[in-house]
Nanobody
């Protein structure tokens, strides 16, 4: 049974930093962060595999995805936050043997409950 629990969201001013964490239980394949702003489709932010290879689909100059196998945690470091970063951020995972990256949310079988990030101008 895979469980994903996000933490680290909050209300910050533009230019601040936040670090989101996803506590992982169970075996997973590729993992990713998605976000969904009000009235918009859920979009992928970044993805990472167990080898540490990662893809940042959003602004790679401000966002860093990482994972810590020792603590079974995946993180998203977000710097220089902008109001347009405001969204609910979700941790997601593909099945345990899947190593292929995908931008398609339907390819991720497991989801956390989401954590709200609000950036004020």
């Amino acid at each position: 049974q895979v469980q994903l629990v996000e933490s680290g969201g909050g209300l910050v001013q533009a230019g601040a930093s936040l670090r989101l964490s996803c506590a992982v239980s169970g075996r997973t394949g590729v993992m990713a962060w998605f976000r969904q702003a009000p009235g918009k489709k859920r979009e992928i932010v970044a993805a990472i595999n167990w080898s540490g290879q990662n893809i940042v689909y959003a602004d790679s100059t401000r966002l860093t995805i990482s994972r810590d196998d020792a603590t079974n945690t995946m993180s998203l470091q977000m710097n220089s936050l902008k109001p347009e970063d405001t969204a609910v951020y979700y941790c997601a995972a593909r099945g345990s043997r899947i190593t292929v990256f995908s931008r398609d949310a339907s390819q991720y079988a497991y989801w956390g409950q989401g954590t709200q990030v609000t950036v004020s101008s």
